[in-house]
């Protein structure tokens, strides 16, 4: 029995909306024969599918990140407003992009979800120049040439995107428009000076890793003009071998998730910075999306071995309760840390590795959805403390690669409202075939206990098409008792709510 005990008097923090952000790019069907798909019966009179609409809704999506990502390293929002788009080849996935989803269509859709946008600029082949411009046509009233360019295509009033990212990951040699740290500390000091000059409400993130060196050069020649840091983060890596890591595998990763944000906030702490600068983990999944082949420079190598392959992203049976149970443990991490964490984007939202999956007729929730609606949903928006005095029960698992691990079974955090009665706790089980019970000590009189609860029929299981098997099941446990016992599934993500009778 593990016991906990909640004081819901002593507050870690108000958790911001945005760590239940997402992310969506120019890469295989997410826009393109995903979120945008003119002529499908599901699709509104704009080209937006509905279906995929309405269950982003559902999940309050607060903030879209748009449009890379890789892709964004060598794309030139100029050639996609108008009446006029240009087509790009996409050189970052070698593939054509008809440009007729731009940053107009992007707002409209962000606009339709009643959600943020986050514009992500390049920083690889573009200059700082054309990422305020940028800010020009998106914030401006009629000032200057691109918000009179906005005007003419039709958008009176401005977009007003208050979320800007300078670059994407121009830290790593895959990314087109590289750079080391010193040139990036520059490249961004000089690109957020001209964005803060064009519009100084705008908020701006800076493409970062928990590396000491990018980081200090960054933030000493941009600490001033920078509101977030960006870092990412995918844990089953697969972009040339589509070999998606076992239940217990995945749950080697659950160790230490926080660990890029713990070393962030070293950095920020050290320079003074971490009131000033919030950190933005503005791309993370368990699973990193497949594209072998991409960086092939070899001779006779044809699209079947780089564009074709994309495909088996949409295997919907990878996504199991491991990704659900990793989801639960990731944002569980983000809530524990939301006084240096305002911002997560689960990457991508749609097709990939998203937590939805679209076709020509419909779409599937995968079981990573179900952990957003129980966290967005019915768990509170106030993290408070929690603690036990038991020990946690522990389970041996081996990384993919075979190193061994010993990681806590249960994963827990208590959170209440503030704007109602009551407090909510998310518990994870972890445990491949074990359930574990845990019992709630505190003084809340008067209340009754609900459980929901997502565990799936076993630890792989996953929804496709005609198949539902991952959703969320409520349990009413009844009369409150302090010490009363919960039972936690195995393999389960549950939100326990205590409520005012
Ligand atoms: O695999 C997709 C890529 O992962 C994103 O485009 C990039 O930002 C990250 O490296």
């Known amino acids: 029995m593990y016991s906990i005990k909640i004081n819901e008097k002593r507050v870690t923090g108000k958790r911001n909306p945005m760590i239940y952000g997402h ?51 060598s794309y030139h929002w100029k050639d996609a407003v108008g009446p006029e788009r240009k087509p790009l080849f ?39 120049e054309e990422m305020s411009d940028w800010v020009e046509y998106c914030n401006l009233e009629d000032e200057g040439q691109f918000a009179k360019w906005r005007i003419a295509n039709g958008y009176e009033k401005p977009h007003k995107v208050k979320y800007w990212s300078i ?14 740290a010193d040139e990036w500390g520059r490249l961004v000091r000089e690109a957020a ?9 705008t908020e701006l993130s800076a493409a970062a890793i928990p ?63 971490e009131d000033k600068i919030k950190i933005a983990f503005d791309e993370w999944n368990l699973r990193s999306w497949h594209h072998p082949n991409v960086h092939s420079i070899k001779q006779g190598v044809g699209k079947d071995t780089y564009v074709t392959p994309r495909d088996k992203n949409d295997d919907n049976s990878t996504y199991t309760m491991a990704d659900a149970v990793f989801t639960a443990c990731f944002l569980n991490a983000m809530n524990r840390n939301c006084d240096i ?45 929690m603690w036990s005095e038991d020990e946690m029960p522990t389970l041996n698992v081996n990384y993919k690669w075979g190193a061994p691990e010993t990681v806590d079974t249960l994963d827990l955090i208590a959170t209440k409202w503030s704007d109602k009665e009551g407090i909510a706790v998310a518990a994870v089980n972890k445990h491949m075939d074990e359930s574990q019970e845990i019992a709630i000590d505190g003084d809340f009189e008067n209340a009754k206990v609900v459980m929901y609860s997502i565990s799936g029929n076993d630890k792989d299981s996953y929804n496709d098409i005609d198949r539902n098997e991952v959703t969320i099941n409520e349990e009413i446990i009844g009369r409150f008792e302090s010490g009363m016992k919960i039972t936690l599934k195995p393999h389960s993500v549950n939100v326990i709510q205590i409520l005012p009778i």
């Open 193 to 201: 000076k001209m964005m803060k000059h064009v519009d100084p409400e």
């Open 211 to 273: 590396d000491v060196d990018w980081n200090m050069n960054l933030l000493k020649n941009c600490g001033p003009y920078l509101d977030w840091i960006s870092i990412h983060q995918y844990w089953d890596m697969m972009p040339e071998v589509n070999n998606p890591a076992t239940y217990e595998q995945c749950m080697a990763w659950t160790k230490n998730v926080s660990r890029a944000v713990d070393d962030v906030r070293g950095i920020l702490t050290a320079l003074h910075l």
């Open 341 to 385: 964490v305002g911002m997560a984007n689960f990457a991508p939202i749609l097709n990939t590795r998203g937590c939805i999956y679209s076709y020509d007729k419909g779409i599937v929730l995968r079981s990573t959805y179900h952990v957003f609606d129980l966290y967005v949903n019915y768990l509170g928006d106030t993290v408070i403390d």
């Open 167 to 180: 670059g994407n990951e121009n830290y790593g040699g895959w990314e087109i428009g590289a750079k080391c």
């Open 23 to 73: 992310f969506i790019e120019h890469f295989h069907r997410q826009i393109y024969d995903g979120i945008y798909d003119p002529g499908n019966p599901l699709s509104d009179e704009e080209g937006f599918r509905t279906d995929i609409m309405e269950a982003m809704r559902k999940i309050k999506v607060p903030i879209l990140r748009w449009p890379g990502g890789c892709f964004v390293s």
């Open 90 to 128: 996409d050189k970052a996935w070698r593939v054509e992009d008809p440009n007729t989803f731009g940053t107009d269509e992007y707002v409209k859709l962000c606009n339709k979800l009643g959600c943020e946008p986050y514009i992500c600029t390049n920083a690889g082949t573009g200059t700082p």
